[in-house]
């Protein structure tokens, strides 16, 4: 902190990431993402007995179940871990600095997308990339 | 080192009824050129009629606010780069080129009546300050209102808010021992729940204040209460 008669004691640049711009977009867009998967799960699940079964349910069960197994989606449940991890952690974050914690925006940045990208990235290293 | 710099400019003047349109200038870069530089070239070389506003070229008077490349800065501050997009500061009413109208935003200020509201009429002795309080009720009062945070913040384009340097008007005199106003009431009325917490308006800042932190002020005073009943939940000196 400057003294108060010289509050601007850099010339400070605006040139770079913009951290906040970006940790906004990818909670916003990781929250869609959670919402799509879980929409797709909890129809699927509440619809199973329906008999005989229409197309769409189908064609829903399908993208719920099977999508796991085939071999080109793995890269989709990866970002599924992604997405809940930085979701989870980035509002965890907005509500710790809303009650008073200082944290810094870079730092924390960078923190909530490495511990975010942890469960994909084990997923990757213990089943492989299939 | 003496580089060219390609400046495209935003030129429109609403008073004709033509078009916007983006001018492109080359001007000779120098070591160390700043935003007005170039744009001061332009003017004195080729453009004569390029309306763009300045005072002090140092920082200090808040009224040289334009976008580089889409982020809000202060021109005579922020370096000039090869390749630079010029336009005026949004979400503003543009009055020509660079120059954009701030009486909303002057209307904006009056009407948070931003002197401090006293409970009972001046006693006509001294009124001691804590020292730490005083700077920094300084500190937030050095805020320079170039409309860079304001321009930048996303809560503003999405959402009913003011932004973010109200907010820290409004948290300036929250935090001052004599105004009784209702600061938080009118920053909640102003939008200060809207706000994202991205941090992008103390990232931007010119000045190194942070209204992010004036509203999680506010925030903490809506979740806990004030600790004197009156002000500074959340005081601290940095
Ligand atoms: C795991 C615990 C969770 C926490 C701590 C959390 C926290 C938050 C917070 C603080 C915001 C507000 C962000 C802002 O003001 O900019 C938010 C937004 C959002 N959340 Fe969550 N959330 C969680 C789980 C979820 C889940 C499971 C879903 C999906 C089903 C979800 C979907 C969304 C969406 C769509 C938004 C809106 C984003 C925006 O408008 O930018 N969240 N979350
Ligand atoms: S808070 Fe900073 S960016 Fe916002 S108007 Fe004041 S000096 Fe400018
Ligand atoms: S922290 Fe809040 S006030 Fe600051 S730019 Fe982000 S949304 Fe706007
Ligand atoms: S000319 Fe005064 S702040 Fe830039």
Known sequence: MSAVGLPRDSTRQAEGILYGAVGRQLNRWTGIYIVGFVVVHVINEATLRIQPRPDVLVALHALDVEVWARAALHSVEGLLYFAVGFHFLYGLKLIAMDLGARLDVRTTFWAIVALAAIPGVWQVVTIGVR | MSERIRAEIYRHDPSTGDAPRYDRFDVDGEPEMRVLDVIRAVYEKEAGDLAFQYACRTGRCGTCGVKVNGR?????????????????????????DLVVDRGEVEERFRALALAPQRAAPHAGTREAVDPILAREIGRLGSCISCMICVSACPAVAERPFDGPAFMLELRRLDEHPADHGPRLEQAVEHGMLECFGCDICTQLCPIDLSPADAIRGFRRQVYFGSRDGKNGATRQAR
């Open chain 2, 72 to 96: 809000p800065v202060l021109a005579c501050q922020e370096r000039a780069k090869a390749e630079m997009r010029i336009e005026p500061l949004t979400p503003f009413p543009v009055l020509r």
